[in-house]
Structure formats: structure tokens, C-alpha cells
């Protein structure tokens, strides 16, 4: 079992920059693959962007260019770097990990608002 925990979501201002980070504990040396997704009201959660543990990358492409994912080993923690915010980037953000055989952990989701 993996446990997940995000940090770093609040309020900023269109244009602004936000980090978001999920450390993870458990049995961690099971991921193969690490992300986020979001939830917006009343719409279904999507993916935004994964690193697998090859450090292959992927990103919706609403976010390309402006977001970056990255993970720090030692920490046992994934980074998600948002540049540019806009406002339909509002949303829940919630962290996962994917284990090998398809079983997806969850984070409880941190608040991200784009508002000025």
C-alpha cells in the first residue's frame, strides 16, 4: 500500500506560479508510475501529466509548455512545477501512484484557484 500526501495548492493571480509536491511513503518500490490529476466542479477528474519510474514523461496538452513534472527519489516525492496559470486551470489536484498491476493510490487532493 502506498500512502500519498500533497502540498502547495492556494490562490494566485492568472499568470502566476504554483508547485505542487506529493510524498509518498508505503510500499513505494512497487510504483511504476507517479502523476496528477484534476477535478474541476462538476466536471469528471483527468489526467494532467505522469512520470514513470523509466522518468518518461507525459502531459496533457492543455498544460504543455507550461507545466512540469518532476520527482526527486531520495525524497520519495513527485514535484508538479505550474507556470502561467489561467483560470480554467482551477481545480482539485490530486496526486496517484500506479503500481504494476494496475492499482492506483490516491492522494485526499489539495485546492488549486486561478483568480485574480
Known amino acids: 500500500q502506498v500512502q500519498l500526501v500533497e502540498s502547495g495548492g492556494g490562490l494566485v493571480q492568472p499568470g502566476g506560479s504554483l508547485r505542487l509536491s506529493c510524498a509518498a511513503s508505503?510500499?513505494?518500490?512497487?510504483?511504476?508510475?507517479m502523476g496528477w490529476y484534476r477535478q474541476a466542479p462538476g466536471k469528471q477528474r483527468d489526467l494532467v501529466a505522469r512520470v514513470t519510474s523509466r522518468d518518461i514523461t507525459y502531459y496533457v496538452d492543455s498544460v504543455k509548455g507550461r507545466f512540469t513534472i518532476s520527482r526527486d527519489n531520495a525524497k520519495r516525492t513527485v514535484y508538479l512545477q505550474m507556470n502561467s496559470l489561467k483560470p480554467e486551470d482551477t481545480a482539485v489536484y490530486y496526486c496517484?501512484?500506479?503500481?504494476?498491476?494496475?492499482?492506483?493510490?490516491w492522494g485526499p487532493g489539495t485546492q488549486v484557484t486561478i483568480s485574480s
Open positions: 496517484f501512484a500506479l503500481n504494476p498491476t494496475g492499482f492506483t493510490s
Open positions: 508505503g510500499s513505494i518500490s512497487s510504483i511504476s508510475a
